[in-house]
């Protein structure tokens, strides 16, 4: 079971004891991310995650990463839509100074400006990589289209023109406004003292006052048709993301939703798998994905193709989901999909970085945590109907946006002809 408390100035501890474990893994989360920007800072939020890591009040740049790394352990962090979160998994005797570390970093950086003009290039060339990758900048021609002129829909990293418009002044205000203990979770997975760890944690954060949080606006989506994108460009392969507005993050359809991902594209034995690769030959890689945010979300269908085969792979893709909403999934397919959803959040919560990651992550955005057991009784209840009624609500034409990148100069018009779902 997993055990939470609250400190007085608002800090959530959430910890998930694994005594069989030799390693821990802490994360400390923070409500914000890329949809607390806006056009003209775009990018401030991943920029500031990359700053912690450059020298706090006690450790230097490379004392930080000694102090972890010579013990044996790895630190990290990542900037989401919604969340941002600096971690570490280390040798469970080590956890106790590994939070002292990141704390340090998170609480008192020093956001060097030398560092600041030498992570501007770093992070414009990172910009570079994604836009040169088409299988990645294809998902940013595609979130553009899902939601144009808003936050969700700019990537996170930002422009080269809002990176280079950063300063040491931009970067501590957004710091301040955001970085507040009342939007914070502290996350442990792993072999570790619980009473020693959470009064070290109350010792570091307890002095720290809670300001009011500043949130996120809410999403817009309005689309009325089906939307199409395309980058034309000279590549040996067609990238398809295909996309539609989906359920949120606590939508009470949201495991009957991962179940439509397992059925759809999965895994190796989901439907379009089998009928674009397989059967067909049209695709090496092919595959559904499942986006989940505070108040919306999205369900998506991404794949490498033949470039002399679009259309046909685009109609056959739309017409697999045609078919999931017209008809309950077989017997089989369901019972497979449910071992495969269970299965796989079983496999993962045995390790101390994914339990910290997931426990984290939920109480962090929701403010609740989920034991297995829960999961497992609420994906034992889904019924084939939940998952026919899942893809009657995502797959509407007036939810659909394509994107393409490959040699397809004027070829928008025949393939637009195709984005028609029964």
């Known amino acids: 079971m997993y055990k939470k408390q609250k400190l007085d100035n608002g800090l959530r501890i959430v910890a998930a004891p694994m005594p069989r474990m030799q390693s821990a893994a802490l994360g400390i989360w923070v409500r914000v991310g890329g949809r607390h920007e806006n056009a003209a800072n775009k990018g401030t939020a991943h920029f500031l995650e990359h700053l912690l890591f450059k020298g706090s009040k006690n450790y230097t740049c490379r004392k930080l990463k000694e102090a972890i790394e010579g013990v044996g352990g790895a630190l990290n962090g990542f900037t989401s839509e919604e969340l ?23 609480i008192y950086p020093t956001l060097p400006e030398c560092e600041i003009e030498k992570e501007k290039t770093v992070i414009t060339e990172e910009i570079k990589m994604y836009r040169d ?32 418009a950063i300063t040491r002044k931009s970067l501590v205000s957004f710091k301040e406004r955001h970085y507040n203990v009342f939007s914070m979770v502290i996350s442990v997975a792993g072999l570790f003292d619980y009473g020693r760890l959470t009064k070290r944690i109350s010792r570091i954060y307890s002095p720290l006052k809670a300001k009011e949080p500043v949130d996120f606006l809410p999403v817009r989506e309005s689309q ?6 395309l980058l034309s460009k000279e590549t040996e392969q067609t990238h398809l993301a295909l996309g539609f507005h989906a359920l949120k993050r606590d939508d009470p359809l949201r495991h009957a939703m991962g179940l439509l991902h397992v059925v759809l594209g999965g895994n190796m034995s989901s439907r379009l798998f089998n009928e674009l690769r397989e ?12 986006k989940r945010y505070y108040d919306t979300g999205a369900f998506l269908v991404h794949a490498g193709i033949d470039n002399s085969k679009v259309t046909e792979a ?12 017209t008809g309950l999934v077989t ?3 369901f019972r497979r999909a449910k071992e495969f959803y269970r299965g796989q959040m079983t496999l993962a919560l045995e390790d101390t970085m994914d339990s910290m990651l997931w426990i984290g992550e939920t109480t962090a955005a929701l403010d ?17 109907e939940d998952i026919r009624q899942a893809a009657r609500f995502i797959f509407e034409n007036n939810k659909m946006s394509l994107a393409l990148i490959g040699p397809l100069k004027d070829k928008e018009g025949e393939i637009s002809k195709h984005l028609i779902l029964g």
């Open 279 to 290: 059967d067909r030959g049209l695709a090496y890689e092919i595959g559904t994905g499942v």
């Open 224 to 229: 009325n048709r089906p939307q199409i994108k």
């Open 314 to 325: 685009v109609s056959l893709i739309l017409k697999e989901l045609s078919r999931v909403k």
């Open 84 to 106: 941002t979160c600096y971690l570490v998994k280390t040798p469970a005797k080590h956890i106790e100074s590994a939070l002292d570390v990141l704390s340090d970093m998170v």
């Open 133 to 164: 990758q088409p299988q990645s900048h294809v998902y940013e021609l595609l979130d553009e289209l899902l939601w144009p002129e808003q936050p969700l829909g700019a990537p996170i990293i930002g422009t080269e023109e809002s990176v280079n």
């Open 331 to 333: 017997d089989d397919e």
């Open 368 to 384: 609740k945590t989920y034991t297995l057991e829960e999961l497992i009784k609420e994906i034992n209840k889904v019924r084939k």
